[in-house]
């Protein structure tokens, strides 16, 4: 095999285990290994104590419907980012309980925010937001560059959906890496939400 056709297997094999691991899915374990300060729990929510937390990167940038957003604006608030994609499945079984909670937790000191990624133009997302009553802004991000903005070994968003609970202080408390429910997705905000 010519050097030219190692390169560009292996090339493929990289690729390939990218796709995987940013592929839409249902569930998955956490990452990092070694000294992390999370748990997860039988439930599949990854938690970090407070204290041991991790800052959330710079999550800002234009909105699917082209305004610009910057989560840091949300400080003092606790921010329930939801990465989504409407070409993915698990997705659209989430979107109604996204929907029903940010509604009901509407004024109670929660924001949720949406992260677009992987639709190539904002109108199918827009066009899954109205159709799942979607109320909350989203970012867009077609290329995934904001996932990679959060540090390896930390609660970071390997699949897609993946939710994350940021603290009122901007630094990640709890991550889902599975399509959850009204019930899962209340019990991954109320702790964090009764923090002083």
């Known amino acids: 095999m ?3 056709s190692r390169a560009a297997l292996l090339g493929a094999v990289a690729a390939a ?34 204290g041991k937390r991790a800052t959330a990167p710079d999550l800002s940038g234009k909105t699917i419907d082209g305004k ?21 499945g698990p997705c659209r079984e989430e979107a109604q309980y ?9 004024g109670k000191g929660v924001q949720f925010v949406g992260i677009n990624t992987r639709d190539t133009s904002t109108t199918p997302a827009v066009a899954f937001e109205k159709e799942h009553g979607i109320s909350y802004p989203s970012l867009y991000d077609p290329t995934g560059r904001l996932m990679l903005r959060f540090k390896r070994g930390t609660l970071n968003p390997q699949l897609i959906p993946s939710t994350l609970i940021i603290d009122k202080h ?12 009204d019930t899962s997705l209340v019990k991954m905000l109320k702790p964090v939400l009764a923090e002083k």
């Open 17 to 50: 285990a990218a796709l995987t691991l940013s592929a839409c899915g249902n569930g998955g374990t956490s990452g990092g290994g070694g000294n992390t300060n999370f748990v997860t729990g039988d439930n599949g929510i990854s938690t970090a104590p407070q």
């Open 170 to 181: 901007g630094k990640v408390a709890a991550r889902a890496l599975e399509a959850l429910d």
């Open 68 to 88: 610009s957003l910057d989560v840091a604006d949300y400080k003092g608030k606790v921010v329930v980012i939801n990465v989504w994609g409407s070409w993915c």
């Open 98 to 106: 996204f929907s029903k909670v940010s509604q009901a937790y509407e």
């Open 2 to 4: 010519s050097t030219r």
